[in-house]
């Protein structure tokens, strides 16, 4: 029997010792996966999001697993807040490595009737946070003699993605900002890179797999309608996984990307290659 991709180990054990990483959003779905594995390889991992009862399973998983793992309590959107909580990491433990900025949120809403508030908050957790959180943790990485900055993307705005204004815009921003932070922090030795899933079935994708509310229920149907999407959409012939992206993360985030700064790592089995216009 062929070991499941997800548990093959890739990185040297330990590669992360000693080390302090920072996931927005590391609770549930594609962060979570980050911190697992970046905790599995030594890291101390600090999992933020604004929601306590996210994180409080997250965090008894990741010690339980033997991980070094703490919560923060974090809302990307305020930059003064964010500031007194990356400082008070540092405070803590000293120093700040690794910097994921993976918190993000998003909804499927016309464009013609998306509120003026639906569209602030999009824009302000997935982009505006990407930059606060950057802004707050880069003095930190550089007294330290740098750092690594990998925030999380999307490839939905290389075409564009009907319902989806909000997202797609925050996400060029990303790799706008990923690009010029790169270019700007080069010189203390801090990189910034970003990464851009392709369909990960968390709960947000699932949902959008589901069927109508009034469809005769069948338990399977989500998981059918997405291998059928993938055997038809991704060349690689299956969704991805966290444990994917994650990977891609740790590549970055090691010594394996130490010439690496100001790139866009798409991690999508070629799914937006292969895509035709809408
Ligand atoms: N369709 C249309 N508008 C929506 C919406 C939806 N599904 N969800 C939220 N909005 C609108 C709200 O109506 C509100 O606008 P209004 O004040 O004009 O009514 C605005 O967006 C802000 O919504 P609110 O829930 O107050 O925002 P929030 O800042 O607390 O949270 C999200 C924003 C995106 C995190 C939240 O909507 C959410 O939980 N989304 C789904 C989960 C998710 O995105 N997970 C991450 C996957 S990448």
């Not at 029997?1 to 000693?18: A, K, N, Y």
């Not at 299956?238 to 970055?252: E, K």
């Amino acid at each position: 029997m062929t070991t499941p991709h997800d548990q093959l180990p890739v990185f040297r054990s330990r590669l992360f010792d000693g080390q302090v990483a920072l996931i927005t959003g590391g609770g549930t779905g594609i962060g979570f996966g980050i911190a697992q594995l970046l905790a599995e390889l030594g890291a101390t991992v600090i999992i933020a999001s604004r929601n306590q009862t996210h994180l409080e399973p997250a965090i008894e998983q990741l010690r339980a697993a033997g991980g070094k793992a703490d919560s923060l309590i974090l809302d990307v959107r305020d930059s003064d807040g964010v500031k007194a909580a990356i400082r008070s990491v540092a405070d803590r433990l000293g120093r700040i490595d690794v910097l994921v900025n993976n918190a993000a949120g998003n909804f499927y809403v016309p464009s013609e009737s998306m509120s003026a508030n639906a569209w602030r908050s999009v824009i302000e957790i997935d982009l505006s946070g990407t930059f606060f959180c950057s802004q707050a943790v880069m003095p930190i990485m550089r007294d330290h003699g740098g750092g690594r900055i990998v925030n999380i993307s999307m490839t939905l705005h290389y075409r564009g993605w009907p319902l989806m204004a909000h997202a797609t815009a925050a996400k060029a921003g990303i790799d706008a900002v990923t690009r010029t932070l790169a270019l700007e922090w080069a010189r203390h030795g801090i990189r910034v890179n970003a990464v851009a899933p392709g369909p990960v079935p968390t709960e947000g994708v699932k949902k959008a797999f589901s069927a109508p509310p009034d469809a005769v229920p069948d338990v399977f149907s989500v998981e059918r309608a997405m291998e059928d999407y993938a055997r038809r959409s991704i060349p690689l012939a299956r969704m991805g996984s966290p444990r994917d992206i994650a990977n891609m993360v740790a590549f970055l985030a090691s010594p394996a990307g130490d010439w690496i700064t100001g790139s866009i790592m798409v991690v999508d089995g070629g799914e937006w290659l292969q895509k035709g216009p809408h």
